[in-house]
């Protein structure tokens, strides 16, 4: 069974820096693509990088503004998200999300994904 765990979330001050995690497991990691998404109150959830280990491509959404950066240890099968200059905006509830194979410009709607993490909260105090 396809698992996702985000950690790394938390309380940080405006222009803090944090940086997410998103452990895999059930599944060969090359195998999948994996994005992070974010979600806050009342908001539809929102894309921000997609990441395929098998071929090394990113996408960024434009709403990354350069902040966000997405890395990751294969052998760790874990993929990151360091976050930087962070605002109030940027609080929300994060999640990564995988599917089997590669995704092309489509890769920013969620309802292609059919796995998801449980999600880590990031507040970003004014």
């Known amino acids: 069974e396809v698992q996702l765990v985000e950690s790394g979330g938390g309380l940080v001050q405006a222009g803090g820096s944090l940086r997410l995690s998103c452990q895999g497991s059930?599944?060969?990691?090359?195998?999948?693509?994996i994005s992070w998404f974010r979600q806050a109150p009342g908001k539809e959830r929102e894309g921000l990088v997609y990441f395929n280990s098998k071929d090394n491509s990113i996408h960024y959404a434009d709403s990354v503004n350069g902040r966000f950066t997405i890395s990751s240890d294969n052998a760790k099968t874990t993929v990151y998200l360091q976050m930087n200059d962070l605002a109030p905006e940027d609080t929300a509830n994060y999640y990564c999300?995988?599917?089997?194979?590669?995704?092309?410009?489509?890769?920013?709607?969620?309802?292609?994904?059919?796995?998801w993490g449980q999600g880590t909260q990031v507040t970003v105090a004014s």
């Open positions: 059930g599944f060969t990691f090359d195998d999948y693509c």
């Open positions: 999300a995988a599917h089997y194979g590669p995704l092309g410009r489509s890769w920013i709607h969620t309802l292609l994904y059919l796995h």
